[in-house]
């Protein structure tokens, strides 16, 4: 049972359009909540994150809103450019638990069109 | 700055071989994991170390062992391997806050 889902696998995009990437969770217990991004070959890196005593948070070109009664956050990509072409993985964590563990999505694979 | 260092970041295995993933890293943080990563699962955690000398089991534990060697490694142990076990291994670790920083994985191939 996945407590946190990206349901679209894949998103494609033209370069400097919106990318919209959504993820729902289902632990009520998450309160902390990241975007990371991971090119082929290498290892995830941290993109944004919100914390659940806020609503919104923004960086640069990324913005990561969370909904808490819909269990559900998105991330925004404002334009979108072509080396945003990656894949971005939903993370979710309960600060109140040891060790900080994280809980992934299955990933959004973006692909931004020049 | 390295970061995160995993060894090998390419493994053939045949089915009953055992090996060892090394973890190492440089930023002094308490707590280390090890991920796997396989197509739509996203990344699952295998077995993670709040701290230097405890080390608990995540989401998909069974087949694997762990050994928190010191502060700044975490090995991954692979007993019997099973095609199953093919996958994308990552390591990470993670200071006060809840970013998780992760190395650049392991390819493990189990034929």
Known sequence: DQQVKQNSPSLSVQEGRISILNCDYTNSMFDYFLWYKKYPAEGPTFLISISSIKDKNEDGRFTVFLNKSAKHLSLHIVPSQPGDSAVYFCAASDWKAAGNKLTFGGGTRVLVKP | ?111
């Open chain 2, 1 to 111: 700055n390295a970061g995160v260092t995993q060894t090998p970041k390419f493994q053939v295995l045949k089915t009953g071989q055992s090996m060892t993933l090394q973890c190492a890293q440089d930023m002094n943080h308490n707590s280390m994991y090890w991920y796997r990563q396989d197509p739509g699962m996203g990344l699952r955690l295998i077995y993670y170390s709040a701290s230097e000398g405890t080390t608990d089991k995540g989401e998909v534990p069974n087949g694997y062992n762990v050994s928190r060697l010191n502060k700044r490694e975490f090995s991954l142990r692979l007993e019997s391997a099973a095609p199953s076990q093919t996958s994308v291994y990552f390591c990470a670790s993670s200071g006060t806050g809840f970013e998780a920083f992760f190395g650049q994985g392991t390819r493990l191939t189990v034929v």
